[in-house]
């Protein structure tokens, strides 16, 4: 397994166009989460997986963000009408969280940096 | 969410142990303690994690204090790849988010 991978690795659009990325996370992980970064920040959780079901999004992802898990395995985060402060780096992590852990590492990939001119 | 305070740079010289703070005052009974760490152009990377008692694993050790309101992630012998942004997050018992403050930049020095 080569662990988590984010396709694309660097986006580039103009305002107003529709984006989507895809995230692979460590298969049989059935937990996936999405994450925003900006620079000279930290990670902030958008939302998370288990399996297909969308278990808990943030208030930062506004109406423009969806994500989707349709078969419990691969995820999309789909930006409608981008604007300029969508420009940052998008990570996706996944984790397998078994009957009776109550914590688990959680692996991330390498992000997909997005520019929006 | 209960919040964690951690300097925001801290320098170390190759091979010399490394010591990284964290302060988590409002920390609860269910809390977590874990670090991740972030390499340049790289995304967050697991380290450690503990609840109460203090932690070794290949990477580093956690050591906790008694009153659990801070703790000290500790690099025994600090290498140039060391060289990342540490961040000390409380997660809470049986949920999966980590919210990630500032974290700490270390700067290693050959």
């Known amino acids: 397994d080569t662990g988590v991978s984010q396709d694309p690795r660097h986006k580039i659009t103009k305002r107003g166009q529709n984006v989507t990325f895809r995230c692979d996370p460590i298969s049989e992980h059935n937990r996936l989460y999405w994450y925003r970064q900006t620079l000279g920040q930290g990670p902030e959780f958008l939302t998370y997986f288990q399996n297909e079901a969308q278990l808990e999004k943030s208030r930062l992802l506004s109406d423009r963000f969806s994500a989707e898990r349709p078969k419990g395995s691969f995820s999309t985060l789909e930006i409608q009408r981008t604007e300029q402060g969508d420009s940052a780096m998008y990570l996706c992590a996944s984790s397998l969280l078994g009957s009776g852990q109550k914590n688990t590492e959680a692996f991330f990939g390498q992000g997909t940096r997005l520019t929006v001119v | 969410d209960a919040k964690t305070t951690q300097p925001n740079s801290m320098e170390s010289n190759e091979e010399e142990p490394v010591h990284l703070p964290c302060n988590h005052s409002?920390?609860?009974?269910?809390?977590?303690i874990h670090w991740y760490r972030q390499l340049p152009s790289q995304g967050p990377e697991y380290v450690i994690h503990?609840?109460?008692s203090n932690v070794n694993n290949r990477m580093a050790s956690l050591a906790i204090a008694e009153d659990r309101k801070s703790s000290t992630l500790i690099l025994h012998r600090a290498t140039l790849r060391d060289a990342a942004v540490y961040y000390c997050?409380?997660?809470?018992?049986?949920?999966?988010?980590?919210?990630f403050g500032t974290g700490t930049r270390l700067q290693v020095f050959p």
């Open positions: 997050i409380l997660r809470v018992y049986n949920t999966d988010k980590l919210i």
């Open positions: 409002t920390i609860s009974g269910t809390d977590y």
């Open positions: 503990g609840l109460t």
